[in-house]
């Protein structure tokens, strides 16, 4: 390898989690380079169940370092509590390491997240109202906190003094609630800083030296490609990269560090929150798919928009992270249909689209062309290697390659680790 990133091909929720442990067991870090704990990774081995927001997925390897990188926003409370709940399974954090420069969620940030939400009524975007939106609008606007002012108390709570100065006039005057007081935040942070401060490092560093000296690292992706903030459905996105180049920033690596990028794309599509889907099923199929593949959001709990594959936008994704291998997860889902459906193309105004079409009006407009192709109708939870699948599984599988251009490397056909056919 050594430098592998891990993508996601969708709106996300498309099965990270599970394709990153699996990888990670081979690997000396896994890292983590944008988002905070808006996004949520199940992972699964035997009788355990991760439910993972801050945290690599490789954190069930004792040998791995896990790191919260650069790009990350930390919520310094979530992240103990997640710390506090793997240690109560006998899960050592022991390698959780925590970048520097990685920003704060702030309590202010959560509340002008949902207070943001609830004004913009009928035309919200479905946010997680974690405080996303807002750290990283801070972040931008250089008022942001970072992870290293917790080590100097005198520079942390001007800082929080100062951003105080204004958030409280908006949340006062904007959205009418009461104020914040400072003191409370810095004795709340300050306990924080207790627990956190000896996994703070420079991480971008430890990475950069790690992959000199020739070790195995894995970029985790949060959110799928159709949430990055620039080439997402737009405004319906998350606020920060999360395609295949977001990596580097994300992480502190230079792109000539990265030998192989791998997507991971569901067998089907889902969303959370507002905004295009043209895919969507909203009758009893897309119910179907919402039971039998539990699809409810790891993060909120909201169930998931879901509806039939969408190679345009597999190709999009394809072309966006320059992907050269792919896993396919949830396959067991689709076995309980009669037919299944593939888009492969677009149709609106008379016109045609193989591709993403250049203007959001026509997304938001566009109808799928579908193919259909029979279903299997059988067990494939317990298939090991690709001549254990039914043959219409296998034919769907090839249909997707052949429309994507791209090998798969991993066939996922259940929740567990061991339910997977490696390629």
């Known amino acids: ?114 207070e943001g939400e609830m004004r913009l009524g009928s035309a919200k975007i479905g946010t997680t109202k974690k405080g996303i939106g807002p750290a990283y609008a801070d972040k931008a606007k250089r008022i942001g906190i970072r992870v290293q002012d917790l080590l100097d108390e005198k520079i942390f709570e001007k800082k929080v003094v100062t951003s105080l ?16 007081e400072a003191n409370e935040i810095l004795t709340e942070y300050r306990e924080y800083t207790l627990r956190l401060k000896s996994h703070i490092r420079n991480t971008s560093l430890m990475i950069n030296e790690g992959l000199e000296r020739g070790d195995n690292i894995l970029f985790e992706g949060a959110q799928g490609t159709l949430l990055d903030l620039d080439h997402g459905t737009y405004p319906f996105v998350t606020s920060s990269s999360t395609v295949a180049g977001g990596a580097c920033g994300g992480a502190g690596v230079g792109p000539l560090k990265i030998d192989h990028v791998y997507g991971v794309a569901k067998a089907y599509v889902t969303r959370v929150g507002s905004g295009p889907f043209p895919t969507e099923d909203t009758g009893d199929i897309g119910d179907a798919m919402r039971d039998i593949g539990v699809e409810y959001g790891t993060t909120t709990g909201r169930p998931r928009r879901c509806g039939w594959f969408d190679a345009v936008l597999l190709r999009y994704a394809i072309r966006l992270n320059g992907l050269d291998g792919l896993a396919l997860t949830k396959l067991d889902v689709l076995s309980q249909f009669d037919t299944i459906k593939i888009c492969t193309q677009y149709r609106h105004g008379g016109e045609t689209y193989e591709e993403f079409p250049p203007h959001q009006s026509i997304f938001h ?49 259940g929740s567990e680790r061991d339910q997977t056919i490696i390629l």
């Open 365 to 413: 407009k566009v109808e799928p062309v579908y193919e259909e192709m029979p279903g299997w109708k059988a067990d494939i939870s317990g298939a090991t290697k690709l001549e254990d699948l039914p043959k219409a599984c296998r034919d769907y599988i090839d249909r997707i390659k052949e429309l994507g251009k791209v090998p798969f490397k991993v066939i996922s056909v």
């Open 165 to 180: 100065e204004e958030k409280n006039e908006i949340l006062t005057k904007i959205y009418n609630v009461e104020p914040m």
């Open 1 to 114: 390898m050594p430098g592998t990133i891990l993508i996601g091909t969708q709106w996300g929720d498309e099965g990270k989690g599970k394709i990153c442990d699996l990888l990670a067991g081979d690997m000396d870090m896994v890292v983590r380079f944008q988002g905070g704990d808006n996004a949520g990774h199940t992972v699964e081995v035997g009788n355990t169940t991760l439910k993972l927001h801050h945290i690599p997925s490789g954190i069930m390897y004792p040998k791995t370092i896990c790191i919260i990188g650069d790009g990350m926003l930390l919520n310094p409370e979530v992240l103990i509590g997640e710390m506090t709940y793997l240690e109560s399974l006998k899960i050592s954090t022991d390698n959780l390491i925590i970048s520097s420069n990685a920003h704060l969620i702030m309590p202010y940030h959560i509340i002008l997240d949902r």
